[in-house]
């Protein structure tokens, strides 16, 4: 969730946060971004490694036999 500038769009994290998850104002300010976004299920870096993924994740970064 980025804003225009690239950077984190705060607004629609927080009502998020506090609207969509219930948290307190206290329970979002102590989580990290990473948590934060985690919790929401909105960020593919946190989605579950599927074999299609670690096929592509394996072509990408092959492993080196030197």
Do not use: C, H, I, V
Request: hydrophobic share 40%; net charge negative; proline share 6%.
């Amino acid at each position: 969730m980025a804003a225009g500038s690239g950077g984190m769009d705060w607004a629609a994290l927080m009502r998020a946060g506090l609207r969509g998850l219930g948290l307190r104002p206290e329970e979002f300010w102590r989580l990290t971004p990473a948590e934060l976004l985690l919790m929401l299920g909105s960020d593919e870096r946190t989605a579950p490694l599927n074999r299609d993924r670690l096929e592509a994740l394996s072509q990408l970064y092959p492993d080196k036999t030197d």
